[in-house]
Structures are given as C-alpha cells and as structure tokens.
C-alpha cells in the first residue's frame, strides 16, 4: 500500500481491517485520498484499524461513512 | 506414444486454471506475502488489501453490497457447516433439497444425532422432464412448520444437470421468514445468481470449481444484516486482548491465517470468467456436453441419468460395468472422470443410479469437441 502523509491528519477508529478497507474505498469513489492505519493497542481490548485523511474533509468524510452504514467508533 | 491426459473432472476441481491464476499465485508468493491483519508493515497490508480486492470481486459477482460480508474459508463444506452449525438452534427444523451433497447431509445428520434439530427432504423432481418452479415451491410449503428455521439448496446438482429455481424458493423462504441458504458449489461461475433479487441469507462457495481459483480459496456471503455464531475460535489480528471473537465481519469468523496466494489466484480467475463472459463459458460447456451425449446414445447400452437437463455435468453408465471399472479403464487412456457416488448418496437415490453410482463426465471451457468425441469412442470399445 502506497504510503500518504496528510497535512493537519484525522483519524478515526474503524475497527476491522476489512471495514477499514472498506471506508477507504469508499471514500476514494468520492475522491477523497485516506490511509488505513493500524492504531496502538488499548489497554482493554487491543490493536485495531483506522482510517486517516485530511482534517479539512472531516465533515465529509464523516457524512459519507455514515451514508455508507460504515461506523465510527469515536 | 505418449498418452494424453483428458481432463473431465471440473465438477470435483477446476483444471488446467488459466495461466494468470497460476502467475498471480506465483507472484504474490514471490513478492507480497505478508501475514494479512496481523501487520501495518508493507508486506502485511499488501497482502490484505490483495484480500479486500477479491472480496469487492466477489461480492460484486454474487450480487452483494456487501464485501464485508465475504467470509474465506477452506472450502464449500467448510462454509456450509459453519453456516449450519452457525445459525441453527435446539428444536429448529429445516428443509435440504433431494439432491444435497453430503456437506449439507452430514452436518444435518449430526445435528439430528445430537437431538438438536429434525429435517425433511422436499422432492425436486429431476427426473420429471416437465417439473417446474411451482410444483417444487408448493412441495417445500407443504413441508413447512412454525419452527422451520433454513432451506438448504444445491443450485444445480454435483452429478447432473438439474438447476433449483433460487428466486421462486427465495420468494418462498423469505415471506415465510425462513433462512436460505444455498450451496452453489456446482453453479458458481457457471450459472448466474445475485444474491439480493434471489432472496439468499447465505451462498456458499468453492474457489476452485467453476470460479477458477486455486484449491483452499471457499467462502461464503451473508445477507445484509445477518450474523452467526463462529465454527473456529482464534486470532484474527483484530482486539487480541479481548477473549472472544470480535463482532465484525468478516474477521469474525476468519481465525488463523488466510490462503493469501489462493485468494489472490480467486481474484484472477473471477477477472478471468469476467473478461471471457460467464455465458461464453457456459455455452461452450453445455454445448460439449450435449455434444458428447449425443454420440453416447448412438453407443448400445448406455444409460444418461436425466437426459433431459442439458448443463455442466453428464452421468451415465454402460450396461453391465461398474461404474468404478469403466472410470478405472478410461483413467489408462487418459481419460480423467469420477466414478461413484460423488458424495451424494441422497441425490443418487433420487435418480436411482444402480448399486455402485455412476460415471461423471464434467467437462471445462478449456475442452473440445474432438476429445468427447475421443471420449464417447473409448466408451464404447472398453469391454
């Protein structure tokens, strides 16, 4: 996977890879560019994944994934 | 002279596969096989994203919005019985067609032995050249109970030409709130299905049929919204510190490791059928069949289970020969078909084969007309 650096970067937990996958995807047919990272464990439950973009497009991004069913964990 | 080899077993495994299966396979063992979801490294998400391609493809395929929903596993069995074991719960009652493999029959029968469900068998009427949809539907319907829980089907039969009609059961089951369930380890890229117009709650699949992928590279599809219980328990990289199987899918129910270098060669051999045209593959297949029919019928003795049903798969015997005797002497020419039972006692009870089954003849895209001509030939000089 190509490797993005976003300037002023948001993430936001996902969960699974697939769905995280699936949210980059989702957000690229809109064009809009984000990475799937993988976040620090947390003490109670572990490694999850994320999504990354540009901070500017959060209101974006959050309404497209909520469109799309894919849920955000925070 | 060098004996050629004549395969014409597709309906256990597809064979040759297309050369870029072969390449992908090659060139993912070669270049990214990283441990996918278990990393952030390159290898790792290259891996996995390889794996998240192929389950867009095969959901798009299916006819599902759903890739998430694409579960890999080893193989049609292994999807039936974790959907099996997954969904069905102490006093349920489900239905199972009178074809049915024995991956649908055995975990049925397990389940039974076990005191936790009862089923029925609903007749399909193979060998009923005018049978229909309705007279098939208003057979299930006079089978159902209030506590009927899952319908399990074979699309089209592993040992003849015979297609259950999936859209007119999955009206069926769906108005009456029953789990379909389909087993499309014969039809699946041969035959088109779309989950969402056909009313399927889960399709399982086989990688390495009719879809042209590597052996080890099964899954099976949920309906929107649905969600099982898991037949393994394991690491699947996601919440390690939780003791449990996380809720999502589908990395719920993928624990360990997956076939990465299978799942890439799915992908290829989905694009493959794809770009060839699932009716072009369709056609040449049932064409050859028909073909070679023909020129068994012309050859005394011979008896075409359901000649009717013209598709991907032939069954016959000659007279006086068990079928393992006639499937061991056309092996010493080359010629490669399975002899038995298939693993469908239920479904060769329906056609009444003889005792000792009967000779499977499922050819590729990748035959031709002569070789069932060489075929019928053999057929009819083995003695």
């Known amino acids: ?74 | 002279m060098m004996k050629q080899t004549v395969y014409l077993d597709n309906a256990a495994t597809s064979f040759p596969k297309p050369r870029c299966v072969i390449d992908e396979v090659a060139r993912c063992m070669r270049s990214y096989c990283g441990n996918p979801g278990r990393s952030s490294h390159a290898l790792a998400m290259a891996s996995a994203q390889k794996i998240f391609e192929c389950r867009v493809a095969c959901a798009s395929f299916f006819g599902s919005s759903h890739p998430e929903n694409v579960v890999f596993c080893q193989n049609t069995t292994m999807a039936l019985n974790t959907i099996i074991k997954g969904f069905l719960r102490d006093g349920d009652h489900v239905l199972i067609s009178d074809m049915e493999h024995n991956a649908v029959l055995r975990p049925i029968e397990k389940l039974v032995a076990e005191g936790k469900i009862s089923y029925d068998v609903f007749p399909t009427f193979p060998i009923d050249p005018h049978t229909c949809a309705a007279r098939i539907c208003t057979a299930i319907a006079h089978l159902i109970r209030e506590n009927t829980r899952m319908l399990i089907c074979a699309h089209m039969s592993n040992i003849c030409s015979s297609v259950l009609p999936l859209e007119q059961i999955g009206r069926l089951c769906r108005s009456k709130g029953i789990l379909f369930v389909v087993d499309a380890a014969q039809s699946a890229g041969h035959l088109p299905i779309h989950m969402e117009s056909m009313h399927v709650d889960a399709l399982c699949v086989p990688g390495h049929k009719g879809l042209l992928g590597p052996q080890g590279s099964g899954f099976f599809i949920l309906g929107e919204g649905l969600r099982t219980d898991t037949l393994i328990e394991g690491g699947s990289g996601l919440y390690s510190l939780e003791r449990t199987m996380p809720d999502e899918s589908p990395e719920r129910y993928e624990a360990g490791t997956l076939p990465t270098p299978a799942i890439a060669g799915l992908l290829e051999g989905i694009q493959s059928i794809e770009k060839i045209g699932m009716q072009r593959i369709s056609s040449k297949v049932v064409g050859l069949n028909s073909h070679l029919q023909k020129q068994l019928e012309r050859i005394s003795g011979i008896e075409i289970y359901v000649p009717h049903a013209h598709g991907s798969v032939l069954l016959f015997n000659k007279c006086g020969m068990p079928s393992e005797q006639l499937g061991a002497a056309l092996n010493k020419y080359g010629f490669c078909v399975r002899a038995g039972y298939h693993c469908t006692a239920l479904g060769h009870s329906t056609l009444h084969t003889p005792k000792g089954g009967a000779v499977r003849v499922s050819p590729s895209f990748y035959n031709t007309p002569a070789q069932m001509d060489a075929f019928a030939e053999r057929v009819e000089s083995i003695r």
């Open chain 1, 1 to 74: 996977m190509r490797e993005m650096q976003f300037m002023g970067a948001c993430q936001s937990g996902i969960g699974g890879l697939t769905q995280a996958m699936q949210a980059q995807k989702t957000l690229a047919d809109k064009g809009i560019s984000s990475q799937v990272v993988r976040r620090e464990p947390t003490e109670s439950r572990g490694c999850a994944y994320a999504i990354q973009y540009p901070c500017a497009q959060e209101a974006h991004v959050r309404e497209i994934l909520h469109k799309a069913r894919i849920r955000m964990r925070e």
